[in-house]
């Protein structure tokens, strides 16, 4: 095969927002990049993944003040949280950071004072919208109304979803915040203004000629904002407002959407900073040509400001303009929008503590054609093609065969296999061309057509036919098993992007790590096989069903907004029950009265379980290990076997009295105590739990 040339690519997905957890409608973008990042370092290439979290703005000053914490600990809080998430799912960025750093606080620097001197800042007053009840001017997200061009209703303050027109808050037709349900009052505010239509000329051509956009998106900007003058943008909000003062407009703040693009490129000045190299070399402009490649994936609801205002602001600041903006589209459960009521918004969390992360990721891979159409999470087609495909054809391809190797390894010379390891082979090229197109469902086809021929050739030979002929069958057992373990590991080669841990399986299989895209056209010989270990496990329609009834449970915090009132309970009154149950007072009454001192000699802390394990000899008892921040570690013996799983406790959040005096028991000396609620009325044993956000070593009061 031919030497590829190296490439370098910057590859970034849009910035998660601090104020909410990753759900699955996220993980389609940040899989998608993934996968295009793993395969771009599979081929040789020199790729960095580059994210942060997306921490200013109204929303998180109001959800911290409610919570009654400072912004700083609430972003960390989150980013603490979506890292975990992330992880979860085999998301690999090279560098993770945040809107809220000095290095983006020097950059919205360089990137004001390139549009000032262009001339392209204005100032003016703005009628703008405002909470009486919370006492705040609403940002975009915080206003829902009827989109004033086509009409449709529950639209929010910045952009219609319906029609992709861009607007302020103030257009909206009857709007309503989204904070207090009041009705905003309309007060005037000085705001500064990008004027973009200086360079309309400019993004005329670039939407165009440039090949960066798919041409759907293209004509769409032409259709929607290119063929009148451009708005001037709005990229600032009077105090009070979480974010970067701008140093020359005191008491105005950078709005969200201008500093967090922006992060891209602080990212990767932090990056640098850690791995050397110079921020020019990758956001650099004035050489002949780009010396890297600058790749943004985003959902088709963000299209506006990644490719039309994002650019502008690179063009004024002459820095390097993306090579591609790769567009998505939305996901969809079971054909309808996700939806709290049917348990179909699904959190990343909860579905990791049922179902194996690889999963999703080939059913997303399997589904995402690198076009801007929407994609369907069917639940019982996943269960279906995740068991036929992955479990069926794959492993299985392993499982059946690798045993016969254990002792006598690979065959000293790769056997005739009738072609099958060279259509594979030459196969690579067409598959990398998908993978590069992002058009992985195609590459999920080739796949999966290679494992047909592989799973027919091992039909025919029947190897268990031969191992039970004995020693006079020996030899051809051992080839048939060869080439079965070889294709196995040729398709591991292909999938390695998108399913990064059965790669690791098969290089402990067999071969050693998968390194490069090169190894599907080389078959291996004469190596040790390992003892065989499963690979993936079947989906169960009882592990789909608790995701859903968890889902249900759950109480997910927005990705968008708080919508009660600073200070107001979250739960909503309409959902709790007229009369609660009086029986589980009956049977154990209220104790005596104690004084607040007899009180606050309990010490409650919010831990985080970090091992649990079943103690054998113990009919009730489990073993848990606790975390109460930093080093402090507690072991601590709760009576709940048999009304939780072990395994799903880790990472679990839960309040313990940290001050008990230490028991020693026959098992092991317990060092506090877990709190939990049983009774009349239920049966169970339900573990108590913080609100989201809540640290280990926090004291409840």
């Not at 000032?116 to 705040?136: C, E, I, K, M, T």
């Not at 001192?597 to 970090?610: E, G, M, Q, W, Y």
Request: hydrophobic share 45%; charged share 20%; glycine share 8%.
């Amino acid at each position: 095969m031919p030497a590829i040339s190296q490439r370098r690519l910057l590859v970034t997905s849009a910035l998660p927002y601090a104020n909410g957890h990753i759900h699955l409608g996220h993980l389609v973008e940040y899989i998608q990049t993934d996968i295009f990042v793993r395969f771009q370092k599979l081929r040789g290439h020199r790729a960095i993944y580059l994210c942060a979290d997306d921490t200013h703005g109204t929303a998180i000053m109001i959800r911290a003040r409610a919570e009654g914490r400072r912004e700083q600990d609430l972003i960390a809080a989150m980013r603490e949280a979506h890292l975990a998430d992330f992880s979860g799912f085999q998301i690999a960025f090279d560098h993770y950071g945040s809107t809220d750093s000095e290095a983006n606080r020097a950059l919205c620097g360089e990137f004001w004072r390139a549009l000032r001197a262009r001339g392209l800042v204005v100032s003016r007053a703005v009628q703008q919208l405002f909470d009486p009840q919370a006492g705040v001017f609403l940002a975009d997200r915080f206003v829902k109304g009827t989109c004033p061009k086509c009409r449709a209703v529950d639209q929010y303050g910045d952009s219609c979803e319906q029609c992709g027109a861009s607007y302020s808050p103030a257009d909206l037709v009857d709007p309503v915040s989204t904070l207090s349900g009041a009705v905003p009052e309309i007060r005037s505010a000085e705001h500064l203004f990008v004027t973009i239509e200086a360079l309309h000329g400019f993004l005329a051509d670039w939407t165009r000629s440039s090949g960066a956009l798919d041409p759907r998106i293209a004509n769409y900007l032409a259709g929607h904002f290119l063929g009148e003058p451009l708005r001037d943008w709005d990229v600032s909000r009077p105090a009070p407002y979480f974010g970067f003062e701008i140093p020359d407009a005191p008491g105005h703040y950078w709005y969200v959407w201008f500093d967090a693009p922006i992060g891209y490129v602080a990212a990767t000045a932090e990056w640098c900073a850690t791995h050397g190299g110079s921020l020019d070399e990758w956001w650099g402009r004035g050489q002949a040509a780009p010396t890297a490649e600058i790749h943004h994936f985003i959902g088709k609801d963000i299209v506006y400001f990644h490719t039309l205002f994002w650019p502008a602001m690179l063009e004024a600041a002459n820095r390097a303009l993306p090579a591609k903006v790769r567009v998505h589209g939305f996901l969809t459960v079971n054909g309808q929008k996700m939806s709290k009521s049917r348990g179909t918004f699904i959190l990343a969390r909860t579905y990791l503590d049922h179902l194996d992360p690889g999963m999703l990721r080939y059913y997303y891979a399997a589904k995402l054609s690198g076009g801007i159409d929407d994609i369907d999470l069917n639940l019982e087609e996943f269960t279906a093609k995740v068991n036929a495909d992955l479990v069926g054809k794959v492993a299985n391809l392993a499982s059946r065969t690798a045993r016969w190797l254990e002792t006598t390894g690979l065959s000293a010379r790769y056997p005739d296999d009738g072609g099958l390891f060279a259509a594979a082979a030459a196969d690579a090229e067409t598959i990398a061309e998908a993978y590069e197109a992002c058009d992985f469902a195609r590459a999920m086809r080739h796949v999966m057509q290679a494992a047909d021929r592989a799973n027919a050739y091992v039909d025919a030979e029947q190897p268990w036919k031969l191992a039970k002929a004995g020693a006079e069958a020996a030899d051809r057992l051992q080839d048939v098993a060869s080439v079965a373990v070889n294709l196995f590991r040729q398709l591991a080669v292909y999938l390695a992007p998108v399913l990064p841990r059965l790669a690791e399986q098969a290089g402990t299989l067999v071969g050693g790590p998968i390194r490069s895209w090169d190894e599907a056209t080389r078959p291996l010989a004469g190596l040790p096989v390992a003892r065989f270990e499963p690979l993936i496990r079947r989906v169960e329609a009882t592990q789909v069903e608790a995701v859903l009834a968890a889902s249900r449970q759950a109480e997910a915090p927005s990705t968008e907004s708080i919508r009660s009132s600073p200070g107001a309970s979250p739960m909503d009154p309409t959902t709790q029950p007229a009369t609660d149950p009086a029986a589980p007072l009956e049977a154990e009454p209220l104790a005596a009265e104690c004084t607040i001192d007899d009180f606050t000699k309990i010490d409650l802390r919010v831990a985080r379980i970090l091992a649990a394990e079943e103690v054998p000899e113990a009919r009730k008892l489990l073993k848990l290990t606790v975390s109460l921040g930093g080093d402090v570690r507690r072991t601590v013996f709760a009576g709940i076997k048999g009304f939780h799983d072990p395994e799903k406790l880790v990472g679990r959040l839960v309040v313990v009295v940290a001050n008990l005096a230490p028991r020693q028991m026959k098992f092991g000396l317990s060092e506090g105590m877990v709190v939990a609620a049983s009774g009349a009325g239920a049966e169970g044993v339900f573990l108590l739990s913080p609100d989201a956000g809540a640290l280990p070593g926090m004291r409840l009061h």
